[in-house]
């Protein structure tokens, strides 16, 4: 590696001294118009091309812990410019989608397999392509604001609150300590603000065993005298309360997720499967308020045991929620809105197919 990073350095001084010779030559006003304007004209476009390639409001973004191969893979867009540009530059911005799977493709083959993709079964679903133009793209994107490091989820406790909504704040924690102190510290200042009803401490933090009991205890305590007058609570599978009856007596509120469709339960039965999945979070609870903080089914992919995706039960499985929740006050949170294409990395191909609305954001239950 050494050498060819010494090597490196000797060609670029060797291009450099040819450069000062040819200026010696040509003069600066022919070097300048020859070289130096072509050179920036071609750096402007692998640098628009490279940007546009990689940034786009309906493009996925990830924290690092949710990061993977697959999500980095489908985290760009394929654009197209037009017959003659897309001829011009090789079909470098066109079939850059492929490359990121395949990245030793000869680009020769890379149209044809950008039209493999296009027709797969499984991943058309998150191929994404626009046909817009690279200038208006570039005003969408860069005209319409910037990314941020919080990317604005800060903000969103308090907008919901001055617009009339109940408001449960999610602390993300994970094996990261470090990070967990901060989240821990920005869901804190929410609530003090006057912006959280309930500030749900950890996601399924002990079904993935990112932390131990005690460390979850922890940071749901430090929560607790914190924010006296704020419901605390945690978030995980309803069993996980009955298999750790500590968190359920540390948490005010049992916030539970219920999916009777990952447990293999055909869907004719789903809805007394759910009813069993809550009545048992309430029983860990001793009593306690008990949220389902997700539900759902998916309408597309494989089948896990007797649980099928269909159209048919994910509309019939949302219907005998909604019911059953307005029959018994149950409060709910139905997952989810949107499909989300990055969660065929972690769950299959069922993962990209739980929403109310497809990632376009057309309703799909009409």
């Known amino acids: 590696m050494v050498n060819l990073v010494l090597l490196s350095d000797i060609g670029l001084i060797a291009w450099v ?74 079909h470098i911005h066109d079939s850059h989608v492929i490359h990121h799977l395949f990245g030793t493709m000869p680009h020769y083959n890379a149209i044809k397999a950008t039209q493999c993709l296009q027709e797969s079964a499984v991943f058309k679903k998150y191929y994404m392509k626009s046909r817009e133009t690279w200038y208006g793209a570039l005003w969408n994107i860069v005209g319409r604001g910037r990314w941020t490091i919080a990317e604005g989820n800060e903000n969103i406790p308090a907008i919901s609150k001055a617009n009339g909504l109940n408001t449960m704040v999610g602390v993300w924690l994970n094996s990261d300590l470090e990070n967990n102190e901060k989240e821990l510290a920005n869901g ?27 460390q979850l205890l922890d940071y749901i305590n430090r929560a607790k005298q914190a924010l006296p007058d704020v419901d605390v609570g945690y978030v995980d599978a309803y069993f996980e309360f009955e298999d750790y009856p500590q968190i359920a007596d540390a948490c005010d509120v049992i916030l539970a997720n219920c999916y009777p469709f990952w447990e293999g339960c055909p869907a004719d039965y789903s809805l007394l499967y759910m009813k069993d999945m809550y009545r048992r979070a309430v029983k860990a609870g001793k009593g ?54 990055w969660k065929v990395a972690d769950e299959g191909d069922v993962g990209a197919y739980w929403g109310l609305w497809d990632k376009d954001g057309k309703m799909k239950y009409v």
């Not at 070289?35 to 924290?63: E, G, M, S």
């Not at 048919?312 to 949302?318: D, G, H, I």
């Not at 929740?325 to 809105?337: G, L, Q, R, T």
């Open 17 to 90: 001294w040819c450069l000062f010779r040819i200026y010696k030559v040509i003069g600066l006003s022919n070097f300048v118009f020859f070289y130096f304007v072509p050179y920036l004209i071609a750096c402007h476009w692998l640098v628009t091309i490279t940007f546009l390639q990689h940034t786009d409001w309906n493009i996925d973004r990830y924290k690092p812990c949710e990061w993977t191969w697959l999500r980095g893979a489908f985290g760009t867009i394929d654009r197209d410019y037009g017959a003659f540009l897309n001829y011009a530059f090789h």
């Open 288 to 341: 306690k308020r008990v949220i389902i903080t997700e539900t759902g089914w998916p309408n597309v992919g494989s089948a896990e045991r007797g649980a099928e995706p269909s159209y048919e039960n994910a509309l019939k499985y949302f219907i005998n929620t909604y019911l059953w929740a307005e029959e018994e006050d149950i409060e709910i949170f139905y997952f989810s809105s949107f499909d989300e294409t």
């Open 188 to 214: 804190i200042a929410a609530a003090k603000e006057g912006h959280v009803d309930i500030l749900a401490v950890g996601n399924e933090v002990l079904l993935r065993g990112d932390l131990s009991q005690d």
